[in-house]
């Protein structure tokens, strides 16, 4: 069974930094795009960043030059560097990542992180 878990969230004050990991396990054949969205009250679900599986970027235009997206292969593990953090950002982040399964059945599919919080004060 293929699992995401997301870590890192937190409370910051405005203008800190926060890392975001996001692990995926069990037993993955190929791990194709992996991304993060964030959802914050009241608010649609937004795209923030994603990275192809080799390594090609791309941002929301309200976090490029703030955040960064990046992948570890071996260790099928994505991160978000969110430096200068505004307020604006308070969100809960959710990983999310297309995956073939290893498996008898295997089919390409979404798979999505449970949310980290974050919330960034003034």
């Known amino acids: 069974q293929v699992q995401l878990v997301e870590s890192g969230g937190g409370l910051v004050q405005s203008g800190g930094s926060l890392r975001l990991s996001c692990a995926v396990s069990g037993s993955v054949f190929r791990i194709n795009a992996m991304g993060w969205y964030r959802q914050a009250p009241g608010k649609q679900r937004e795209l923030v960043a994603t990275i192809t599986s080799g390594g090609s970027t791309n941002y929301a235009d309200s976090v490029k030059d703030r955040f960064t997206i990046s992948r570890d292969n071996i260790k099928n593990t994505v991160y978000l560097q969110m430096n200068s953090l505004k307020p604006e950002d308070t969100a809960v982040y959710y990983c999310?990542?297309?995956?073939?399964?290893?498996?008898?059945?295997?089919?390409?599919?979404?798979?999505w992180g449970q949310g980290t919080q974050v919330t960034v004060s003034s």
């Open positions: 999310n990542a297309a995956i073939i399964a290893a498996s008898l059945s295997p089919v390409r599919r979404d798979y």
